[in-house]
C-alpha cells in the first residue's frame, strides 16, 4: 500500500475515523475555531481527512504547513556552515500568535527516524538549538496547555521499512498503519465510546496517585534504583482534560500513560533505559545515567553516545527532568512487542521519564495563575528540550514514598497494584 495505491473499503474506513479521532477526541474542536496544523507531504491524504472533519465541525479555518524530507536532506548537503544556526522565527511567532488568538493546534507525525543517521551531528545540534529557540514563543503555549491540542500519526514508507524492514515496502506500510489504526483506537465501530472508555480508565489512575500525594517515587529494577522527588503541589494528569481556554482535549492519540512534574533538584540515583530512544535520525540504545541532586552528572550508552551528549549540553535544564510518567507494561502498545522508533508510541509501552521542559498544567488547578518565577519556586524545570525515553517493564517496581518516608507499592513487575 503506497502512497498512491487505492484504498481498501476497510482501509478507507478507518482512516477516516483516525480523522474523526484526531478532530473530535484529539482536539475537541470548537465552532469557530481555526486550526494550524503540520504534517510530512506523505501524509498529504490524512491531512486531507482531517481538515474535511475540521470544517465539517466548523473551524473557521485550517492551514496546514508540510515538511519534506528531501528539502530536509538538501540544506545539510548544500548550505554554509552559518545557516545552521538560522531557524524560521517568523514562522514560529505566527503560529504563537494564531494560538494566542485562540487556534487549535495538531500535528501528524510520520518522520523517518534514521533521516538524519548520515548527517554532521554538530549540524545537526546546531539546527536543533536554532529551532527550538525560536519555537519557544509558540511552545510555551502549547507545553502550558493554554490552547487545545494534539498529535497523531500516518504510516510513512520510510518509518515503515524502519519498523518492518524485512517486508516488501508496500506491506510494511500496510502493517505500520495497522499498528497505527489499533493503538489509536479506531478499530471499532465507535471509537469515540471507546476513548470515552480509556479516557475513565485513566482518570481512575490520577484520581488514586492524586489521593496519596506521593513526595517521590522510586523505581527499581535492573541497573535501576532512582528515587523523583515530585514538584511541591504537582498534579497527576493523564487522558482527556481541559485546556486553559476551556476546550478537553487528549494531547496524545494514542495514550496510555499517566504523567505529572518531577521536582527539578530532587532526583537521585541510577537508571537504565529499558528500550531505544531514536533522536534526530540516531538510535541511542542503552542509555544509562547518574543523577545527583537532579543532575546527570554521568551518562553512557552503547550507541549514539555523542548525540546525547550534544542533547544533555543544549541547556542547564536539559540535563533535569519536566515529566515522569507512568505507563503498565501490558499496555496494548507494549503488547505489539514492535519499536516503533517514534516516541509518541514507544513511551506509551513504558513507564518513561522527559528530559527538559516541565508541562505546567500538572500542578493544582492547572498552574493556571503561576508565573515562572512560581513553577520554579514549585520545581519545574525549564528548557529548550523535550524528550522522553522509557525506563519501565515489566522487571521494573515502583513504589510511591510518602512525606514521612512510607513506601507505597504502586506498580510490581511492571503492573499498576490495585
Same mark, same amino acid.
Given at each position: 500500500?503506497?502512497?498512491?495505491?487505492?484504498?481498501?473499503?476497510?482501509?478507507?474506513?478507518?482512516?477516516?475515523?483516525?480523522?474523526?479521532?484526531?478532530?473530535?477526541?484529539?482536539?475537541?474542536?470548537?465552532?469557530?475555531?481555526?486550526?494550524?496544523?503540520?504534517?510530512?507531504?506523505?501524509?498529504?491524504?490524512?491531512?486531507?481527512?482531517?481538515?474535511?472533519?475540521?470544517?465539517?465541525?466548523?473551524?473557521?479555518?485550517?492551514?496546514?504547513?508540510?515538511?519534506?524530507?528531501?528539502?530536509?536532506?538538501?540544506?545539510?548537503?548544500?548550505?554554509?556552515?552559518?545557516?545552521?544556526?538560522?531557524?524560521?522565527?517568523?514562522?514560529?511567532?505566527?503560529?504563537?500568535?494564531?494560538?494566542?488568538?485562540?487556534?487549535?493546534?495538531?500535528?501528524?507525525?510520520?518522520?523517518?527516524?534514521?533521516?538524519?543517521?548520515?548527517?554532521?551531528?554538530?549540524?545537526?545540534?546546531?539546527?536543533?538549538?536554532?529551532?527550538?529557540?525560536?519555537?519557544?514563543?509558540?511552545?510555551?503555549?502549547?507545553?502550558?496547555?493554554?490552547?487545545?491540542?494534539?498529535?497523531?500519526?500516518?504510516?510513512?514508507?520510510?518509518?515503515?521499512?524502519?519498523?518492518?524492514?524485512?517486508?516488501?515496502?508496500?506491506?510494511?506500510?500496510?502493517?505500520?498503519?495497522?499498528?497505527?489504526?489499533?493503538?489509536?483506537?479506531?478499530?471499532?465501530?465507535?471509537?469515540?465510546?471507546?476513548?470515552?472508555?480509556?479516557?475513565?480508565?485513566?482518570?481512575?489512575?490520577?484520581?488514586?496517585?492524586?489521593?496519596?500525594?506521593?513526595?517521590?517515587?522510586?523505581?527499581?529494577?535492573? $541497573? +535501576?534504583?532512582? !528515587?523523583?522527588?515530585?514538584?511541591?503541589?504537582?498534579?497527576?494528569?493523564?487522558? @482527556? =482534560?481541559? /485546556? #486553559?481556554? *476551556?476546550?478537553?482535549?487528549?494531547?496524545?492519540?494514542?495514550?496510555?500513560?499517566?504523567?505529572?512534574?518531577?521536582?527539578?533538584?530532587?532526583?537521585?540515583?541510577?537508571?537504565?533505559?529499558?528500550?531505544?530512544?531514536?533522536?534526530? $535520525? +540516531?538510535?541511542? !540504545?542503552?542509555?544509562?545515567?547518574?543523577?545527583?541532586?537532579?543532575?546527570?552528572? @554521568? =551518562?553512557? /550508552? #552503547?550507541? *549514539?553516545?555523542?548525540?546525547?551528549?550534544?542533547?544533555?549540553?543544549?541547556?542547564?535544564?536539559?540535563?533535569?527532568?519536566?515529566?515522569?510518567?507512568?505507563?503498565?507494561?501490558?499496555?496494548?502498545?507494549?503488547?505489539?512487542?514492535?519499536?516503533?522508533?517514534? !516516541?509518541?508510541?514507544?513511551?506509551?509501552?513504558?513507564?518513561?521519564?522527559?528530559?527538559?521542559?516541565?508541562?505546567?498544567?500538572?500542578?493544582?488547578?492547572?498552574?493556571?495563575?503561576?508565573?515562572?518565577?512560581?513553577?520554579?519556586?514549585?520545581?519545574?524545570?525549564?528548557?529548550?528540550?523535550?524528550?522522553?525515553?522509557?525506563?519501565?517493564?515489566?522487571?521494573?517496581?515502583?513504589?510511591?514514598?510518602?512525606?514521612?518516608?512510607?513506601?507505597?507499592?504502586?506498580?510490581?513487575?511492571?503492573?499498576?497494584?490495585?
Amino acid at each position: 500500500m503506497n502512497a498512491h495505491a487505492p484504498l481498501s473499503a476497510t482501509q478507507d474506513a478507518r482512516l477516516d475515523r483516525l480523522a474523526e479521532v484526531a478532530v473530535r477526541v484529539g482536539l475537541g474542536l470548537q465552532p469557530g475555531q481555526e486550526l494550524v496544523m503540520t504534517a510530512p507531504l506523505e501524509a498529504l491524504g490524512l491531512a486531507r481527512r482531517i481538515t474535511a472533519k475540521a470544517y465539517a465541525a466548523g473551524a473557521s479555518l485550517v492551514t496546514t504547513l508540510f515538511s519534506d524530507d528531501q528539502a530536509t536532506l538538501a540544506r545539510f548537503a548544500h548550505a554554509p556552515d552559518a545557516a545552521f544556526d538560522h531557524a524560521a522565527g517568523w514562522l514560529y511567532e505566527g503560529m504563537a500568535s494564531a494560538f494566542r488568538n485562540g487556534a487549535a493546534r495538531l500535528a501528524i507525525v510520520g518522520d523517518d527516524p534514521s533521516l538524519l543517521a548520515g548527517q554532521d551531528a554538530q549540524k545537526v545540534a546546531r539546527a536543533n538549538r536554532a529551532r527550538s529557540k525560536a519555537y519557544m514563543p509558540a511552545l510555551d503555549l502549547i507545553a502550558n496547555f493554554a490552547i487545545n491540542w494534539t498529535i497523531v500519526s500516518a504510516a510513512t514508507p520510510a518509518w515503515a521499512r524502519t519498523v518492518f524492514p524485512d517486508l516488501p515496502e508496500e506491506e510494511a506500510v500496510a502493517r505500520l498503519w495497522d499498528a497505527i489504526f489499533a493503538a489509536s483506537r479506531v478499530d471499532g465501530e465507535d471509537p469515540v465510546a471507546a476513548w470515552a472508555a480509556h479516557n475513565a480508565g485513566l482518570r481512575h489512575r490520577t484520581a488514586m496517585l492524586n489521593a496519596r500525594r506521593f513526595a517521590a517515587l522510586r523505581f527499581r529494577g535492573p $541497573g +535501576t534504583d532512582l !528515587t523523583v522527588g515530585l514538584a511541591d503541589d504537582h498534579e497527576w494528569c493523564g487522558g @482527556a =482534560a481541559p /485546556a #486553559r481556554n *476551556g476546550i478537553v482535549c487528549n494531547a496524545n492519540i494514542p495514550t496510555e500513560e499517566v504523567f505529572t512534574t518531577p521536582h527539578r533538584l530532587r532526583v537521585d540515583g541510577v537508571v537504565a533505559a529499558t528500550k531505544p530512544l531514536s533522536y534526530q $535520525g +540516531t538510535l541511542i !540504545t542503552d542509555i544509562a545515567v547518574r543523577f545527583e541532586a537532579g543532575r546527570i552528572v @554521568a =551518562a553512557s /550508552a #552503547r550507541t *549514539g553516545e555523542d548525540v546525547l551528549a550534544k542533547v544533555l549540553d543544549t541547556d542547564e535544564g536539559a540535563r533535569r527532568l519536566g515529566e515522569v510518567a507512568l505507563v503498565p507494561a501490558s499496555s496494548p502498545i507494549s503488547a505489539s512487542g514492535l519499536l516503533f522508533y517514534n !516516541t509518541l508510541y514507544d513511551e506509551n509501552a513504558a513507564s518513561h521519564i522527559a528530559l527538559g521542559q516541565a508541562y505546567s498544567k500538572c500542578f493544582r488547578d492547572g498552574g493556571r495563575d503561576f508565573s515562572e518565577d512560581d513553577l520554579a519556586a514549585r520545581g519545574a524545570n525549564r528548557s529548550l528540550i523535550h524528550i522522553d525515553w522509557m525506563i519501565g517493564s515489566a522487571a521494573i517496581d515502583v513504589d510511591g514514598l510518602t512525606a514521612e518516608g512510607e513506601a507505597v507499592p504502586v506498580m510490581r513487575r511492571g503492573e499498576w497494584v490495585d
